[in-house]
């Protein structure tokens, strides 16, 4: 995302996952045993078809099924072919490699909203149900959006690639995202993680653990009021803390919460989190910020620091209680919802072309986003964000499933809002939480 124009950039998947939490609120009976982020949708048409490519051959070499055949691809904004980005460029000449590998074989790509009425989730669910024929043969779907669908029944289960995510190329991170109740959906494409960026002219070195924090000059921003509280879940996790009970109910740990509730209050009582902080709602509001200089150290996306930083910034690991290395991610796979057994084969040898190490390695660096495999970052030149990288995936977990950030978004922002406005010292505060989470 380097190279990414600012009208042209990633759908930030934040309120895609606000809009997959409200659409699947009705269906929570099918989420109390899920397994599984960050950022708004752009104005773009939801159902925009690409230019055709022809395709000859595959790479897995499977055969092809007689006849012409056209392959359908639903595909976000952030990742059209037809963008006239370098990172889509590349995807673009992706395809046009794979078309010579095959004769008969057609690709078409849609373009469809994130989020949304028209948009990737919502157009999956109405045409399963009103013209399964016509359903594409890989869409690529967010995490939760893929949990959801998985769960829904709107995508199958690729057992056959099982074998496939066992290879240790993968990251665990991305492995993860692309399993389901121990089930694999898909091939991971592109992640993405928090991170902390802060501007090297002012700040001396990075806070990696919370008495680092407490011992800074300068405010650390994040988005308070986060209707999923992304960043206080964070830091209850990297602090082991537990997100279900021993039934599998959401659950939170009165007194760990308490403890990172009580870092907020140490780091209001000596500015570094200011009460301010609670005006913000999301991602975009704490970027601004820091571009507008109103910050110095950012919690934020390293998809932002990778495509959008200012030249002054640097980036490194979210503080945790100790400093040892811990933040969430999230990401985007290839799925296939097709009920066609020989599209499926087809499919799956494309979405296994996609995700090759070598292309992920010089279509991510240009795109922006982090690497799902590690032959992929061996393409990443510079050193420092190279390393930087290693470490961020490395240690990364991805998003609660989707009936965890349900549970514990509204009561753990409600709790993060009253400590840091002062309105609540911290017991009291994680005692209300706990009293949400049991209560009639």
Request: glycine share 6%; with cysteine.
């Amino acid at each position: 995302m380097t190279i990414f124009k600012r009208e042209m950039q990633m759908t930030r998947l934040f309120p895609a996952v606000i809009f997959f939490l409200f659409f699947v609120s009705g269906c929570s009976g099918f989420l109390q045993d899920s397994g599984t982020a960050a950022p708004p949708g752009t104005s773009v048409p939801t159902d925009t078809i690409l230019p055709t490519v022809e395709i000859s051959g595959t790479p897995a070499g499977s055969p092809t099924p007689p006849g012409p055949v056209t392959l359908r691809l639903w595909v976000p904004p952030q990742f059209d072919p037809a963008s006239g980005t370098p990172a889509a460029d590349l995807l673009q000449a992706r395809l046009d490699e794979f078309s010579k590998r095959r004769q008969g074989v057609n690709v078409e790509v849609r373009i469809k909203a994130e989020e949304g009425s028209g948009g990737l989730l919502d157009s999956l669910t109405t045409t399963s149900a009103a013209a399964p024929l016509a359903l594409p043969d890989l869409i690529v779907l967010p995490g939760p959006g893929l949990e959801t669908a998985a769960l829904k029944g709107l995508l199958h289960p690729l057992d056959t690639l099982d074998a496939t995510l066992e290879d240790p190329d993968w990251y665990d991170y991305a492995r993860q995202l692309a399993q389901i109740q121990e089930r694999t959906y898909g091939l991971p494409f592109a992640g993405d993680a928090l991170a902390l960026v802060y501007r090297s002219d002012m700040v001396a070195a990075a806070p990696l653990d919370w008495n680092a924090v407490l011992n800074n000059t300068t405010p650390l921003v994040f988005s308070a009021a986060d209707p999923l509280a992304l960043f206080t879940l964070m830091q209850y996790q990297a602090n082991n803390g537990a997100v279900r009970d021993e039934e599998g109910r959401p659950f939170l740990d009165e007194d760990v919460l308490t403890e990172v509730l009580t870092f907020y209050q140490d780091a209001e009582q000596t500015g570094v989190m200011p009460y301010w902080l609670t005006q913000y709602q999301d991602d975009e509001q704490v970027w601004e910020a820091f571009l507008d200089k109103r910050a110095d150290i950012a919690v934020t996306w390293v998809s932002r620091y990778l495509g959008e930083s200012p030249p002054e910034s640097a980036a490194a690991q979210v503080p945790t209680p100790e400093g040892t290395p811990y933040t969430i991610a999230t990401g985007w796979v290839w799925a296939i919802p097709t009920h066609q057994p020989e599209r499926q084969e087809l499919s799956i040898d494309l979405a296994e072309f996609l995700t090759e190490g070598d292309f992920l390695g010089e279509w991510s660096k240009a795109a922006g986003f982090l690497p799902t495999r590690s032959s992929a970052l061996e393409g990443w030149s510079e050193e420092s964000v190279r390393a930087l990288i290693e470490d961020i995936v490395l240690s990364a977990r991805i998003l609660p499933p989707v009936d965890i950030l349900t549970n514990l978004g509204s009561p753990l922002q409600m709790a993060t809002v009253d400590v840091l406005k002062q309105q609540s010292d911290p017991r009291t505060a994680a005692q209300r939480v706990n009293e949400t989470l049991t209560g009639p």
